[in-house]
């Protein structure tokens, strides 16, 4: 990925985690929202739509992270979202790995804990977010 829009992902994303209210803390939904907001949203917008302002400085668009749900199942399978948000598993789209890659800052922002299936607290957290945000016509399996 090129610099100049990285460094332009990380400005949106600390501009916007600080212009959005204050989540309570504590609750695994509204800390992955917050993370969310300051890594993801830059690409995948602000509601998840794949919409977001460095979207279309991409050569393939984000995914709409709103249809999760019709691929993978509600709840969202959290090993295998795990593995596309760390890396262990960057989806074909991606093909050079435009996808920044957040496992190794996610990690460390979570102090390096990882959870069941290897899941760190913080990825944890997104895909709790991530799971509230399904668009919920579909079949829960």
């Known amino acids: 990925m090129?610099?100049?829009?990285?460094?332009?992902?990380?400005?949106?994303?600390?501009?916007?985690?600080?212009?959005?209210?204050?989540?309570?803390?504590?609750n695994d939904?509204?800390?992955?929202?917050?993370?969310?907001?300051?890594?993801?949203?830059?690409?995948h917008g602000l509601d998840g739509l794949g919409d977001g302002p460095v979207a279309k400085s991409l050569s393939t668009p984000p995914t709409s992270l709103r249809k999760l749900g019709d691929k993978y199942g509600v709840p969202l399978p959290a090993h295998r979202m795990a593995e596309m948000i760390?890396?262990?598993?960057?989806?074909?789209?991606?093909?050079?790995?435009e996808m920044p890659v957040w496992g190794e800052r996610l990690y460390e922002l979570g102090q390096g804990e990882r959870g069941e299936y290897?899941?760190?607290?913080?990825?944890?957290?997104?895909?709790?977010?991530?799971n509230t945000i399904q668009d919920r016509r579909m079949a829960v399996r």
């Open 2 to 26: 090129k610099p100049r829009v990285l460094a332009s992902m990380f400005a949106l994303g600390a501009a916007l985690s600080v212009s959005q209210p204050a989540l309570s803390a504590g």
């Open 29 to 43: 939904v509204s800390d992955g929202h917050r993370y969310f907001i300051r890594y993801c949203a830059s690409c």
């Open 86 to 97: 760390d890396g262990r598993d960057t989806p074909r789209a991606h093909g050079t790995r």
């Open 118 to 130: 290897g899941i760190g607290e913080v990825i944890g957290k997104i895909i709790a977010y991530l």
